[in-house]
């Protein structure tokens, strides 16, 4: 390129990412268009726009638009954790559903509803401070000389353990409008979320995502090794405490937000990666199937099942749970486990 800069284009990987956000963008516009009073796509886009009637400009823009603009950025959240875990454990499993951060966050949570008796408010930074205590409390017990892969994944699945067994204790100890609004948070729902949900979101992946992928060099160079980064000059445990920050940060704002959504931040990633094909931690095509995948099982929890609509929190869990067993007996049949 002019001025001596080097860029290396990776074709399939940037096609990927096209596809996915035209994916997120194509079923965003069709989750808004979709409730008790439908909007065909092409009135949401005239809305947007700024050509709807008022009624539909109040439709679109104050109940719909927050909710599915909320569900695009957990999501993203929820993969470029899931990416960054994943790859600084060198290990598919290594994310944050199984290192416990949501359950940490889920503590957070109850605890303020169970204990404090919370508004919503209150409820979203406890979820938020539960998370980043867990995501601390790992990395500290992992740390010996460094932080391995192996040992950050055992110990996550260790805490996770003892925060579930908290968070069951909450439970029998809370009166039963607590425990019941207490449950509905746990499955993990985008319902009545607004636009005070989506401003923080947003200043965070605003800071967060130009961090993490100004640091993707030195993420890449981890993954051949913690020798053969620092022999190419990258400050391993710098760069790995940096992104495990912004990882657990990422992880525990889209958990207070929604509730721990299931399986996004482990799916996403590998889903990503078998499509591009390509090496390395694939932060951006992780973030746009995050996104992706969110709003695609919002749409799927409100029109899939007739009459019934489901917290999104349900159809992911079980898409997930599918594609967990499917991705252990790959694993298996590959004799990595």
Excluded at 114 to 119: A, P, Y
Excluded at 128 to 137: E, I, P, S
Excluded at 279 to 290: A, T
Aim: glycine letters at 12%.
């Amino acid at each position: 390129m002019p001025g001596g800069i080097s860029l290396r284009l990776d074709v399939r990987a940037v096609t990927v990412v096209v596809l996915l956000l035209a994916a997120a963008l194509a079923a965003s516009v069709v989750l808004i268009g979709t409730g008790d009073f439908p909007i065909p796509p092409g009135d949401v886009l005239r809305t947007l726009a700024g050509d709807g009637t008022p009624g539909q400009e109040f439709i679109v823009d104050e109940l719909r638009l927050p909710r599915v603009l909320v569900g695009l950025l957990v999501g993203a959240s929820l993969g470029l954790g899931g990416a960054l875990f994943q790859s600084i454990t060198r290990n598919p499993l290594g994310s944050p559903d199984v290192l416990g951060l949501g359950q940490g966050a889920t503590a957070g949570a109850l605890v303020v509803i169970v204990l404090l008796s919370g508004d919503a408010t209150e409820v979203t930074l406890g979820a938020l401070a539960g998370g980043l205590l867990t995501g601390l409390a790992i990395y500290l017990l992992s740390w010996k000389q460094g932080v391995h892969g192996y040992r950050l994944v055992l110990v996550g699945i260790g805490v996770s353990a003892v925060v579930t067994a908290v968070n069951g204790y909450l439970l029998t100890k809370s009166d039963i409008v607590d425990a019941a609004r207490a449950v509905v948070w746990m499955t993990g729902s985008l319902d009545g979320r607004d636009w005070a949900q989506v401003w923080p979101l947003l200043g965070l992946c605003a800071v967060l995502v130009p961090l993490v992928l100004a640091n993707a060099r030195g993420l890449r160079m981890t993954e051949m090794g913690d020798d053969v980064a620092n022999a190419l000059g990258v400050r391993v445990e710098r760069v790995r405490l940096l992104l495990m920050v912004a990882a657990v940060l990422l992880t525990a704002t889209a958990t207070a937000a929604a509730g721990p959504v299931s399986f996004v931040a482990l799916t996403a990633p590998q889903l990503a990666r078998r499509l591009t094909r390509s090496p390395g931690p694939n932060l951006v095509p992780s973030l746009c199937m995050g996104a992706a995948l969110l709003v695609t099982a919002d749409w799927a929890s409100q029109r899939a099942f007739g009459a019934e609509q489901l917290p999104v929190g349900v159809v992911t869990g079980v898409l997930g749970g599918v594609y967990l067993l499917w991705l252990l007996v790959t694993e298996r049949r590959a004799g990595r486990i």
